[in-house]
């Protein structure tokens, strides 16, 4: 797969997606109390739709106007893949979310940047050099320390961190974002254009319409009071919204910029909105060793990108 020009643009954008995706998740962890996970999951495509579709058209004008590239087999398996697992990836990370605590929730899905690694050589053909397994180690030895039951610290703790269900639900979580975020970047670059942001732009306006079909018409069907109380929170979803449709369409281009594992390696700046968020705004507190496997495993994710 033919590779887009890289540029050093895709730092600030990857900047600024993950200081979206931060908010979106706090907006969205704010819903799952009355929404329940799938609820605060359509919060995400349904609000953020609209300004998905209001950037593509910013884009399209800023381009001259001109027809949009026409999608194509290989953009359609990619956008559905992708599609399906950020689904299940959005629920998965509520959950996770519900069980611990807010922060404990976004590290537990940042094994993603571990699991993406191994998609990207499966699927994109990235290949992985042994520095950057050792940056791996590095982090899952973060991940342990995070995993440790409170006041603990023996190896017995560790693997009942391991086999507990919030661990599961939160690398889980990871493994279906990893599988999105090489789908969506396997889509941007089918499309024919060198407009990078266009081609992005393109992918998550696809992305949100079929997002929204799939997860609206089964809530429709199944649990129909949730969709009336997700119409009805629509002060905050608007937030979620546009917070999550800012942070798709950043991490979409950088993403077509940049390969995966490099870009959401530096969105482990995440980690540190998201501790402050957990701080001042949920009141809740970690310990040292967790705050000591937030270190490591930045560090170790960090040096996937600086040491390969």
Request: proline fraction near 4%; charged fraction near 10%; include cysteine.
């Amino acid at each position: 797969m033919p590779m887009l020009t890289l540029s050093w643009a895709w730092v600030p954008i990857t900047l600024g997606a993950a200081l979206a995706q931060t908010l979106r998740n706090a907006a969205q962890r704010h819903l799952t109390g009355d929404l329940g996970p799938l609820g605060a999951t359509l919060v995400r495509f349904l609000y953020g739709l609209p300004f998905a579709a209001a950037w593509l058209t910013v884009l399209w004008l800023l381009a001259g106007g001109a027809a949009l590239p026409p999608v194509n087999p290989p953009f359609l398996m990619w956008t559905v893949v992708a599609s399906l697992s950020q689904i299940a990836a959005t629920a998965l990370l509520l959950r996770t979310m519900q069980e611990r605590n807010f922060a404990l929730g976004v590290a537990y899905s940042k094994t993603e940047v571990v699991q993406v690694a191994l998609f990207g050589l499966i699927l994109l053909d990235d290949r992985v050099s042994f520095v950057t397994i050792a940056a791996i180690v590095v982090a899952m030895l973060g991940v342990i320390l995070l995993s440790l039951p409170p006041g603990s610290r023996s190896l017995a703790a560790v693997a009942r961190g391991w086999a507990s269900r919030s661990a599961a639900l939160g690398i889980a979580s990871g493994a279906a974002f990893g599988i999105a975020a090489v789908g969506y970047r396997g889509a941007a670059l089918s499309l024919a254009t060198p407009n990078v942001p266009l081609a992005a732009a393109i992918s998550l306006v696809w992305a949100q319409v079929l997002q929204t079909l799939l997860l609206g018409l089964y809530l429709l069907w199944r649990q129909r009071r949730v969709v009336i109380a997700v119409l009805r929170a629509w002060r905050v979803s608007l937030l979620a919204g546009a917070m999550g449709a800012a942070a798709s369409a950043c991490w979409f281009t950088a993403m077509a910029l940049r390969p995966v594992a490099q870009v959401r390696t530096l969105g482990l700046i995440e980690l540190y909105f998201t501790y402050v968020i957990s701080k001042r705004v949920f009141r809740e507190r970690l310990g040292g060793a967790e705050l000591l496997g937030f270190v490591l495993l930045a560090l170790g994710l960090f040096g996937i990108v600086a040491l390969r």
